[in-house]
């Protein structure tokens, strides 16, 4: 079975400082791991997706993860927070044959002026 | 292009009731899934289908069930209704595998369900 943990349930940074939000899967077949960003009261939207290609995956909204296999992590950066990126952060593993998304807890990401 | 859209938007219901939510996919998907989200939890996967079959179920009871018409909407339907049963519900739809997106789900706003 698949899983992803997401480590913090809150994280909080100053504006234009480093956003890193941490996940780590687990899978027993090569996954797909995506981040979606959800903002009050409105669906998912995808910001990024590793797919097996490129370990560094380049996102919407100035945001990137790399797939480190080794640790079994998908980590979400940021170099500089901008006050609207102030929302719900979501991981997520399927694996590569079937569209089921398993999703992490979430992570709130909360940007301070 | 339109996205995903989700009817209705907001539901009340009461415990024993019965309601259906609707979906409609990004034009030229086939596929549509089902996600359940627990305020303060991630979404929890419902149903997919494709092609109006069902491909996938995940951990509900039989209370919950969903079909696919011709044109590719969706229904959810939750029967026998439960305070627990309160939640926003999401629709996702996704492209064919010839598609270069089609391993990404597109989500819907969702439909809040309140069980009183």
């Known amino acids: 079975a698949q899983s992803v943990t997401q480590l913090g349930s809150h994280v909080s940074v100053s504006e234009g400082a480093l956003v890193l939000l941490r996940c780590n899967y687990s899978s027993s077949v090569p996954p797909y791991l995506f981040w979606y960003v959800q903002y009050p009261n409105q669906g998912l939207q995808l910001l990024l997706k590793?797919?097996?290609?490129?370990?560094l995956v380049k996102g919407i909204n100035g945001f990137e993860a790399e797939f480190k296999k080794s640790e079994t992590s998908f980590h979400l950066t940021k170099p500089s927070a901008h006050m609207s990126d102030a929302a719900e952060y979501f991981c997520?593993?399927?694996?590569?044959?079937?569209?089921?998304?398993?999703f992490g807890t979430g992570t709130r990401l909360l940007v301070s002026p | 292009d339109a996205g995903v859209t989700q009817s209705p938007t907001h539901l009340i219901k009461t415990r024993g009731q019965q309601v259906t939510l609707r979906c409609s996919p990004i034009s030229g998907h086939k596929s549509v899934s089902w996600y359940q989200q627990v305020l303060g939890q991630g979404p929890q996967f419902i149903f997919q289908?494709?092609?109006?079959?069902?491909?996938g179920r995940g951990n509900f009871p039989d209370r919950f069930s969903a079909r696919q018409f011709p044109n590719y909407s969706s229904e959810l339907n939750v029967n026998a209704l439960l305070l627990g049963d309160s939640a926003l519900y999401l629709c996702?739809?996704?492209?064919?595998?010839?598609?270069?997106?089609?391993?990404?789900?597109?989500f819907g706003p969702g439909t809040r369900l309140t069980v009183l």
């Open positions: 289908y494709y092609e109006k079959e069902e491909r």
């Open positions: 997520a593993v399927s694996d590569q044959g079937f569209q089921k998304l398993v």
């Open positions: 590793y797919t097996s290609a490129a370990t």
């Open positions: 996702a739809s996704s492209a064919d595998q010839a598609s270069l997106s089609y391993n990404e789900q597109f």
